[in-house]
């Protein structure tokens, strides 16, 4: 590992262009569960499809609307931790930076990150599930789950649910961001969920070094310029540090 973190450190150290990629696994050392972890992952407890698509929402808008506002709690009362930390460190050093993250959590920003492009969509916005856009407290008839005061229609958390298209323009700016960087950074992702899990192959094409951060071997660690087998809150500060 040594080794390794030290060719990735320089790496890093010589990138005019770095871009990040973050999953679950990031925030789990805050205490926020992963999805596909087999003790304590999410979709170990539920099944997606009862609670992650519109489909669901539509016939059991309660269960649904429920489970995310325990989800939300949580995300509220934890903190970012030292592998956010690192990554804000990063962007302050590093001429371009872009951090595609699939986590709805909102961490990296409150962690202070500036460039941030959030696929999957943010837990604690709230959206019209008829129209899409986004709505306050003001703009929303008390229930649960609450109505669109416009047009009447539920309110959904503004996360991105299986079978729907990514918010408008992220994954154009990711894969812009991905086929210009030096070195692509794949942190705490099982890589399986698409389109985010074909960024690093993206990049490996596009001639960059990718470095992955994960304890457990993913779909990329076997095409990964680097592999450092650990805790994101443990490696990435030693990493940029
Ligand atoms: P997963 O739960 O699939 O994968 C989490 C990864 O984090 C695993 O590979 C773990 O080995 C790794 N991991 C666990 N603890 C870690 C730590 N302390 N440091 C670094 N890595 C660690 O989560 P994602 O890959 O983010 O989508 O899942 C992708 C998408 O699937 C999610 O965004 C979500 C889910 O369904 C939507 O909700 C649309």
Redesign the pocket.
């Known amino acids: 590992m040594d080794e390794s973190l030290d060719r990735a450190r320089a790496l890093l150290l010589g990138a005019q262009r770095v871009a990040v990629l973050t999953?679950?696994?990031?925030s789990?050392?805050s205490g926020i569960p992963?999805?596909?972890?087999a003790m304590t992952?999410l979709?170990s407890q539920f099944r997606?499809e009862d609670l992650?698509t519109p489909e669901a929402f539509a016939a059991n808008p309660k269960t649904v609307w429920d489970w995310y506002a325990s989800r939300r709690e949580r995300v509220a009362k934890v903190a970012p931790n030292a592998?956010h930390a690192a990554l804000v460190a990063l962007e302050n050093r590093t001429p371009h930076f872009t951090l595609i993250t699939?986590?709805?959590d909102g961490l990296h920003a409150r962690a202070g990150s500036r460039n941030v492009i959030e696929l999957?969509g943010n837990i604690m916005v709230d959206r019209c599930f008829a129209e899409g856009c986004v709505l306050t407290s003001a703009d929303e008839i008390p229930g649960t789950p609450p109505r669109c005061a416009r047009c009447g229609a539920l309110v959904r958390p503004g996360?991105?649910?299986?079978g729907e298209a990514l918010p408008p323009n992220t994954l154009d700016d990711a894969l812009a961001a991905t086929k210009r960087c030096d070195v692509f950074l794949s942190?705490?992702?099982?890589?399986?969920?698409e389109p985010?899990a074909s960024l690093p192959f993206t990049a490996l094409q596009a001639g960059a070094a990718v470095i992955e951060?994960?304890?457990?071997r993913?779909p990329l660690s076997a095409r990964a310029t680097i592999v450092l087998a650990g805790?994101?809150?443990e490696v990435l500060p030693r990493l940029v540090g």
Do not use: K, Y
């Not at 951060?213 to 457990?216: A, D, G, I, L, M």
């Open positions: 999953g679950a696994g990031i789990a050392e992963t999805f596909r972890d992952g979709w997606p992650a592998g699939q986590n709805v999957h996360v991105v649910w299986f942190i705490g992702t099982s890589n399986v969920v985010a951060v994960n304890p457990e993913t805790a994101a809150g």
